[in-house]
């Protein structure tokens, strides 16, 4: 397929130099891998919200594929919520996809972990860098990955891939050297973890399903002892969230909520502290499996447990809550939290792994101070 497409090499050396004005790409060397391989290969179609699917018969395929976009490559409906499509995989923008792979460090010879295969192009990116021997890419969706193993195999790349649940990683090629995720996780894996080697790295998106916009990669490092613990780098919008299983789109679960008491009261924190890069991400930290919903003016959150607030965005705003608690009492804790310690953005936050579970910290000179329950 590489063949049949004159002024292809053409058109991914350019990607690869804007990629590199951008400052997406420092390494010379993934300049290099940008302009050797196909993005076509990989996209042969991809959704247009106002037209649909766009394949290689459209005049606009070609310069979409070729640009700094995302491009949705498949979509579901909910099992439970007909007659809407999600998107569920994609070919993610070039410059967030260069700009992970160079903070993954990965130089040839490693071996590195992918979970989240897609449309495989990140995978041929890989295989570029550090051989196809020493790629290993996972999906939980068979169909993808097996589209990917044909692209990539007339790419000339043959890593191994394997349909799995992403989060239990993939123990029969362990160890690795690197694991990357081009999926949104909620909390890091454990058994990514336990896959890679002391001094290892795990580079993940971590971000909630129903806040996205509160993620931030994570880069953490694998300890001796078996923990990771790394900063977070500031990524607004980062990937799909991964799905449980392969007939879902990886969404919120809906929370059902009792509307039929409703209280009301003011606020000095309005809707805006859900949108603040570093308080947002406390407020999740604070409210674990939190929903928002933004309107024209101000924003629903709920929590699992059926809580439930609607705020306005001026100040002082207007609360309405109902449900088993008032929940937006957490959102204020969190925001006296960071105003006490000088408005903190998401850099400067770092992420502990443990077999029990995943700690916050706030990154110092003398190292990473627990955030706590912030109370």
Partial sequence: MTDDLDGWRARAGDLADRLVRQGAITDPVWREVVASVPRHAFVPAFYDDAS?????????????????????TQRMEHPEQPGFAWSTSSTTRPSLMLRMLELLDVSGGMTVLEVGTGTGYNAALLCERVSSGNVTSIDIDPALVDAARGRLADAGYRPHLAACDGALGCPGRAPFDRVIATVAFERVPWAWIEQVRPGGVVLADVRPRGMTWAGALARLTVDGDGTASGPLVDCTWGFMSARTGVERPGIPEVVHIDATSVRSRTSEVGAGALHTPGLSLLVWHRLPGVNAFPGEDGT?????????????????????????????????AAHAWWIEHGRPGVGAFGLTVEPDGQRLGRRTSEGTEPVGDLG
Avoid: M
Wanted: aromatic letters at 10%.
């Fill in 52 to 72: 649909g699917l766009v394949g290689a018969g459209d005049p606009r395929w070609l310069d979409a594929v070729y640009n700094d976009d995302t491009l949705v």
């Fill in 300 to 332: 629903q959150i709920t929590a699992p447990d059926g809580s439930w607030a609607k705020v306005s965005t001026r100040v002082p705003a207007r609360v309405e809550y109902g449900g088993p608690s008032d929940v937006w009492t957490d959102v204020e």
